[in-house]
């Protein structure tokens, strides 16, 4: 017998996370293709060692989660727990005993995620950027739903969500308060649950701050550190009075990290391109002009965010920099705004010099007016340089999507960037240059009054 979606039972499973994020008609598929089971007091829902990978969850009554007869957790269907599948570790770790009369379901993982990456596909083949609500429903609006409206969180196991829901703590803000200062270590990942922030940066101590972006309502950050080991490379101001969620540094590796990240050897970088893939290098632009790799873009991390609405979610992303740990930070970016992206894994470090490139240029094919890089691309059995006409098996859409337009804006966007921190540092020395001849003032007329 199906759900009915109206229904009280459809009511409460709508609920369920990640159910509660899919669109109505991926969730209207998945009622069609579900049962509700029932099981008397003292019953066992699963127990433990049982290697059934399905996700259970509660809809109405009570159940007790115990390990050898002592009681880990119990959890009615009226608490948030609920809202998350039973203990999913497989095997299961504990037994599942149910304490009253309890309407529970059976969910096949593999119909979810099938329902979850239509959804995300729709999204992402609409090309169209649409703003989230400005403000949750309610100052105690259902933020966790929110949350897992993101690509990072929605392919995230059921069991880290609810790991992660129960690890988070609220923390508020004054407006004009610092919730992270640049410089200081990395601690804790951070969501808005309520009001605006602004990121900013200063390239040197004394250099003019330089405002990156705004985040509002649903926004999360603070990840950047936490993935890198380094520490905070921008400030986050309260621009209003802010309530946020955080989660640790610890719990954001395991829960967050280490599932989300896809990393490939440098051997993969030359089939990814021949795909179409673009690879982006993050380093500092004085790092990418020493050595850097055939028909990369360079884009700092730092400056990623602000030109990151140039790049085209249609292609995946490789991402490379000094040892690997600057990329993760830089995919992570990428993958919470709808990108497909990959590390290479050990970063510039692991390559040979060999295969490596000096000076940021770009050399043109004289036949065919293209784009061709003066290297080699890792991985590649024919060490000839890349150019269009070795690469004959692409289409001509292919081709035009490997124009120098697109690079040329990138370049572009890294030296507009490069000029407004060239300004900074000329503010610099002249105010040094100034001091420098004061100093000099005090100097002779310190010679003249000890003759």
Same mark, same amino acid.
């Given at each position: 017998m199906t759900?009915?979606?109206? =229904?009280?039972?459809?009511?409460? $499973?709508?609920?369920?996370?990640?159910? =509660?994020?899919?669109?109505?008609?991926? /969730?209207? /598929? $998945?009622? !069609? %293709?579900?049962?509700?089971e029932t099981a008397k007091p003292n019953t066992f829902l699963f127990k433990k060692n049982d290697t059934d990978n399905k996700l259970i969850y509660l809809i109405e009554g009570s159940v007790s #989660?115990?390990?050898?007869?002592?009681?880990?957790? =119990?959890i009615s269907s009226e608490s948030?727990?609920?809202?998350? +599948?039973? @203990?999913?570790?497989?095997?299961?770790?504990?037994? +599942? #005993?149910? #304490?009253? *009369?309890?309407?529970f379901i059976k969910l096949d993982p593999s119909t979810l995620n099938t329902q979850a990456s239509i959804s995300l596909e729709q999204q992402e083949n609409s090309y169209m950027v649409t703003d989230e609500p400005e403000e949750l429903e309610s100052e105690n609006g259902d933020w966790m739903t929110t949350l897992l409206k993101s690509p990072i969180f929605r392919a995230l196991p059921p069991a880290n969500l609810q790991q992660i829901a129960m690890s988070l703590t609220e923390v508020n803000y004054q407006k004009g308060d610092f919730i992270i200062k640049q410089g200081d270590p990395g601690d804790f990942y951070y969501l808005i649950k309520k009001g605006h922030c602004l990121i900013s940066r200063k390239p040197s101590a004394n250099a003019k701050e330089i405002k990156l972006a705004q985040l509002r309502t649903q926004d999360t950050f603070g990840e950047d550190s936490l993935l890198s080991g380094e520490p905070r490379n921008v400030s986050v101001t309260a621009l209003t009075d802010v309530s946020l969620v955080q989660l640790s540094k610890e719990k954001f590796i395991s829960l967050i990290k280490e599932p989300s990240l896809k990393f490939i050897e440098p051997t993969q970088i030359s089939e990814e391109l021949v795909k179409g893939t673009i690879l982006i290098d993050v380093r500092p632009p004085d790092e990418y002009n020493k050595c850097h790799l055939a028909r990369s873009i360079n884009t700092p991390f730092f400056s990623l965010r602000m030109h990151i609405k140039s790049l085209d979610k249609r292609k995946p992303i490789i991402?490379?920099?000094? !040892?690997? *740990?600057?990329?993760? @930070? +830089? &995919? /992570?970016?990428? #993958?919470? %705004?709808? /990108?497909? &992206?990959?590390?290479? @894994?050990?970063? $510039?470090?692991?390559?040979?010099?060999?295969k490596l490139e000096t000076a940021a240029t770009f050399n043109i094919d004289n036949d065919t007016n293209s784009p061709a890089t003066a290297g080699t691309v890792i991985g590649a059995k024919d060490p000839a340089p890349l150019t269009l006409s070795s690469l004959e098996l692409e289409d001509s859409k292919t081709k035009t999507d490997f124009s120098l337009d697109k690079e040329n804006k990138q370049l572009k966007a890294t030296i507009q960037l490069?000029?407004?921190?060239?300004?900074?540092l000329e503010k610099k020395y002249r105010l040094l240059y100034k001091q420098t001849e004061k100093l000099k003032a005090v100097l002779d007329a310190l010679k003249n009054n000890s003759r």
């Open positions: 759900v009915d979606t109206q =229904s009280k039972d459809g009511q409460a $499973i709508r609920q369920l996370i990640p159910l =509660s994020t899919i669109p109505t008609e991926q /969730f209207e /598929f $998945i009622c !069609n %293709n579900l049962s509700t #989660l115990q390990s050898d007869s002592i009681i880990v957790e =119990s948030e727990s609920a809202r998350f +599948a039973l @203990a999913h570790q497989i095997p299961r770790k504990i037994d +599942a #005993l149910a #304490l009253t *009369k309890v309407t991402v490379i920099c000094s !040892n690997g *740990k600057t990329s993760e @930070a +830089a &995919a /992570f970016l990428l #993958l919470r %705004n709808k /990108f497909s &992206a990959m590390i290479v @894994a050990g970063g $510039i470090e692991s390559i040979p010099t060999d490069l000029k407004e921190e060239k300004e900074t």
